[in-house]
DNA sequence: AATAAAAGTGAGTAATCACTCACTTTTATT
DNA sequence: AATAAAAGTGAGTGATTACTCACTTTTATT
């Protein structure tokens, strides 16, 4: 199976697609995380995708409706691992250090990151100007993350690992340093070298110790 | 003197415009800042800032050059601070501790993104589709600010204040924190209420010390 | 095999796009 | 005050835009 089929079936699965309906999607992918939805023209995608302009509208009623069909399951997809994994794991079979909560948090995001990049992409410049797409991540993503967040942080703080900051500042920094390092890695320096295991250790070391000499 | 005025004064200053091209300017910032640059029609532009489409080109020869004279004298004015006061300061004057060092940083960045808050936005949204841009912000922003930060970071370390931690990695968690908190504040939640201060104390602490318990 | 429903087509459409140009008005130079 | 240059105008341009629709082809249902 292809790169774009396994992108394709991870954000939807259950959904029946037909193959011209897969084509569009795949081709506005690549149109929209390329040169952005607004500078990208349906004739544009229908080319790239080898099937009639019509056909497009025959499966989204507006071009819109095509941006929101791919990037809203994404937002579903992403904030999954948050409820299952991340709540269960801590606080039924807890880590017992934070730094292994940490550890295992990174590497599931690099992960998700890793596969679906160009529709994370999308997500990213289409959030502020798209309402819709707003108001989904604030409500799903960024508000339940952050709840979790400040759960698991009590947690740990209970448990006298972590020093008693205030937990919304915590999870800022903590929200900040991860996403920090997943966008510098995936974004804005994907063509360097980089040793992720090395540099996630760092990651972890630095939020659990900062930069200061004991 | 009004925000906007004040706003065009920093970023043009010497710069000779007409009143009517600094309300073109005016009128670009706004429309690009709200609604995207490829979803602003020089049309929009020409009714809002209340002269005829013409004007617009009388000015730039083409919409993208709008564009770039906007954005590329921020990226001037950014890099700035950069050149002249840490690197002097620190250098010359250094700051005795990195507290005091990261401190000034903050509040200077701070400084500046409330200032000019709509046309970084700009500039954020466009970086990655066009290449003029992009090449500008990588070489003279990016690039520079990265220098610099090591050669700080390197001498605190060789005073003993840091640990041993390789300078890149050193300065990219930094970077990442110092922008996280910052992207947060005015980016993402500006609607919240936020004790600047007391927030910025926090992630110098956080830098300096981390979240674990000594 | 007959029928209906769904998928696909591509020429066509009105609206909008960035940009031009012949012309007028304002400003600077002598 | 005369002249030139610069600034401003707005109707007009061809190209492109998202989207429609009458029609054909494919697939599913009986």
Redesign the interface.
Known sequence: MSEEEILLQQLFEEEKLTEKQKKIIVAAIESFSE??Y??TSTNEIAKKAGVAEGTIFRHYKTKKELLVSIVAPLMTKLIGPVIVNDFHKVLDRPYEH?EDFLRAAIEKRREIIKKMLPVI?IMI?EI??QPELREQFLEQI?RKTFDRILIVIKSYQDK????E?PTL??A??????I???LI?RYI?FPESEWDDEL?TE??I??????????
Chains 1, 2 share one sequence.
């Open positions: 040169k952005g607004a500078a934070a992409k410049q502020p100007f960024a006298g690992q972590l020093i900051m500042s915590a800022r920094l903590v929200i900040s340093t996403f920090g390092y510098s804005f540099e760092r990651t070391q630095f939020i659990m110790h900062g930069l200061g000499k004991k």
